[in-house]
């Protein structure tokens, strides 16, 4: 399984911006879709966007307009620019990959087999 590697987040006042960075390693080719999750305290993991290796990206909802995905593939890397940030947003910040090579996108944690550490991200109101 590759290794994930978030890096970013931080500490922000609301209506702020941050950027969280992943970076894989140990797998052969960068053909992964690649998802960004996220789980607060006393809360459920959730999907927050995610891009195929094609290149399309998807938003949850409340995502859409603030959040942009990008990656890198010659890098093997995935970033996040967040925007407009608000309290509710403040969570630990995961990436995630599946184990094999796929063009298919899951906005389900069980979708993926390779998650990272976390990066913190807290957004003061």
């Known amino acids: 399984q590759a290794q994930l590697v978030e890096s970013g987040g931080g500490l922000v006042q609301a209506g702020g911006s941050l950027g969280l960075s992943c970076t894989a390693s140990?797998?052969?080719?960068?053909?992964?879709?690649m998802g960004w999750f996220r789980q607060a305290p006393g809360k459920e993991r959730e999907f927050v966007a995610g891009?195929?290796?094609?290149?399309?990206?998807y938003y949850a909802d409340s995502m859409k307009g603030r959040f942009t995905i990008c990656r890198d593939n010659a890098k093997d890397t995935v970033s996040q620019q967040m925007n407009s940030l608000e309290p509710m947003d403040t969570a630990v910040y995961y990436c995630?990959?599946?184990?094999?090579?796929?063009?298919?996108?899951?906005?389900?944690?069980?979708?993926?087999?390779?998650w990272g550490r976390g990066a913190q991200v807290t957004v003061s109101s």
């Open positions: 995630a990959a599946p184990s094999r090579p796929c063009n298919g996108l899951s906005s389900s944690p069980h979708g993926y087999d390779s």
């Open positions: 140990g797998r052969t080719n960068s053909r992964y879709s």
């Open positions: 891009m195929r290796w094609s290149g399309a990206a």
